[in-house]
């Protein structure tokens, strides 16, 4: 357990090491940068009521991941967030092959757009998203090469060229 | 080595450019209200079980002293000692004493510091079944100075002037040079000792200083119940000196010379 120093200081920072991880990953879901903040906060509202021990710092980052994951997903599932209709954020300030191909990942369905974000900008490997989505590591496999093949027909590319990401 | 769109596209996504210190910010405020809740939370348990204990302890007084009254708790003795229970019906005081000083119209009197007023709804005498009958010595008809007054009074005898309620009796002090009435019926002297002198007839004998002289009224022998049969041992025809004898006579000693009036023993000394 943390004393009020530590916890402050541990919430400080994992603010400053996995914030942006975290809203990315819940953009990655949400499609919307504002959503992704507050499931961020909520997250890290979570890590300070909670007060979890970690055994090292990849620990700390799957815990945060896992918990802003379910929580994105809490909100999709919302009634007042299907609701409201939220608005995907305009992307026309990134250039135009970054935003192509954030458009087309966007467009993927969840369950391939997750791991691949994981496995492209987090970097993790099929075995660390298995754990983290509590999935076996073929499904997993199978969701990254079916999503990698969408994304080919979407964004097109030479046939024995694997897709740029 | 082909570069990654994807991960320079996320890069580059616009994020809030204070995330990071507004996220602080609000997490210890979150956190601060959270501590005071806790404390407010801890405060109302407090007050809730200290509550919950008063109304236990006030269960088991109530249950321990059920005829005790409930609007005046047990645990207060100082307020239940002041606050007593009013006093229903009249208070009695007795008039007692000598009195001191009469008005003019005679119908109120001193007693100690009390002036006390004798009215028509004074009740005079007592009606008592044990009480003596009505008698002028008893209860006179008029008040004097150092006249004995006893009764008594219902009013507040600390406004000093009250109405009698009864007054039971009213007598005349005892005049030291008023002749004492004499005493009436006679008085028994016993007649006990060893002869010392027995008179020539024979009919008289001194025991101590007193000459008692025995005549045919004198009774002679016990004759209660218990007594032992006459015989001549015990009572002996003749009075002699040295014999004890026991008896009694009704006659004043104080003259030195009484008449027996029984004689039951008449005993020669033991060889």
């Known amino acids: 357990m943390y004393n009020s120093f530590e916890l402050n200081e541990s919430v400080r920072r994992a603010l400053g090491l996995y914030s942006q991880s975290l809203i990315k990953i819940a953009f990655a879901y949400l499609k919307n940068t504002a959503d992704a903040e507050e499931v961020a906060q909520d997250v890290f509202l979570a890590y300070l009521q909670k007060r979890p021990v970690f055994e090292n710092g990849e620990h700390e980052k799957a815990w945060l991941i896992r918990t802003t994951i379910n929580k994105s997903k809490n909100r999709l599932k919302a009634g007042w967030f299907r609701s409201r209709n939220p608005v995907p954020d305009d992307l026309s300030y990134l250039p135009k092959e970054e935003s192509d191909v954030l458009q087309a990942v966007l467009a993927l369905d969840k369950k391939y757009r997750i791991p691949i974000h994981l496995h492209y900008y987090e970097g993790y490997s099929i075995q660390e998203i298995a754990t983290i989505l509590e999935a076996k590591p073929a499904t997993v496999g199978t969701w990254l090469a079916r999503g990698r093949a969408l994304l080919k027909e979407k964004i097109g590319g030479m046939e024995d060229e694997e897709i740029c990401l | ?271």
């Open chain 2, 1 to 271: 080595m082909k570069k990654s769109v994807y991960k320079s596209a996320m890069s580059h996504l616009k994020t809030s450019e204070d995330f990071q210190e507004a996220t602080y910010t609000k997490l210890m405020n979150h956190k601060e209200r959270m501590n005071m809740e806790l404390t407010k939370k801890r405060k109302a348990m407090g007050w809730t079980a200290g509550l919950a204990a008063c109304a236990v302890l006030a269960a088991g007084i109530l249950a321990l002293n059920p005829s005790s009254p409930a609007t005046t708790p047990s645990s207060q003795p100082s307020a239940a000692a002041t606050a007593k229970p009013p006093i229903m019906g009249k208070v009695a005081v007795n008039i007692d004493g000598v009195i001191s000083e009469v008005s003019a119209d005679g119908k109120s009197f001193k007693v100690g510091d009390l002036w006390v007023e004798v009215t028509d709804q004074t009740k005079l005498g007592s009606s008592e079944p044990t009480a003596a009958k009505p008698s002028e010595e008893l209860l006179r008809k008029n008040f004097q100075v150092g006249d004995i007054v006893s009764g008594y009074t219902s009013q507040d005898v600390s406004t000093g002037r009250v109405t009698a309620d009864a007054i039971y009796n009213l007598i005349a002090p005892e005049k030291d040079g008023e002749a004492k009435p004499a005493v009436k019926g006679k008085a028994a002297v016993n007649i006990d000792g060893v002869i010392s002198e027995v008179s020539e007839d024979g009919k008289s004998f001194k025991v101590g200083d007193l000459w008692v002289t025995v005549t045919p009224e004198t009774k002679m022998g016990i004759d209660g119940p218990t007594a032992a049969e006459p015989s001549e041992e015990l009572l002996q025809k003749e009075f002699k000196v040295g014999n004890i004898v026991s008896g009694f006579t009704t006659d004043d000693v104080g003259t030195g010379k009484v008449n027996a009036t029984n004689i039951y023993n008449n005993m020669a000394p033991r060889q």
